[in-house]
């Protein structure tokens, strides 16, 4: 499952971070998790969080001395809502050029 289009206009870190995250919606994830789902270094995965967090498009929990992330609801498509997860050639393209 991806994010809805509404939020796939930052960063492609972030993108991907919220990508994970919403696949494991119910579950959550550690930054751990996230950092083995994600392709980016650590440092670059810490930044996104960050960036996310202030806008508030994810929610920390804590619990049992382990922290989890989680999206924030509007960021999970509705339930039988799903948007494609195969990027077209020009979304390719444009990731690869960085447009």
Known sequence: MRVPPEFRDRDDTEVAV??????????GMTVLELRAGVDATIDEVESALSALKAAGLIDV?????????????????????AFDDDPGLLDVIRRRLGL
């Open 18 to 27: 919220l990508d994970a995250l919403v696949a494991r919606a119910d579950d």
């Open 61 to 81: 929990e804590e619990a049992n001395g382990r922290v989890r992330i989680y999206p924030d609801e509007r960021v999970v498509p509705e339930h039988g809502e």
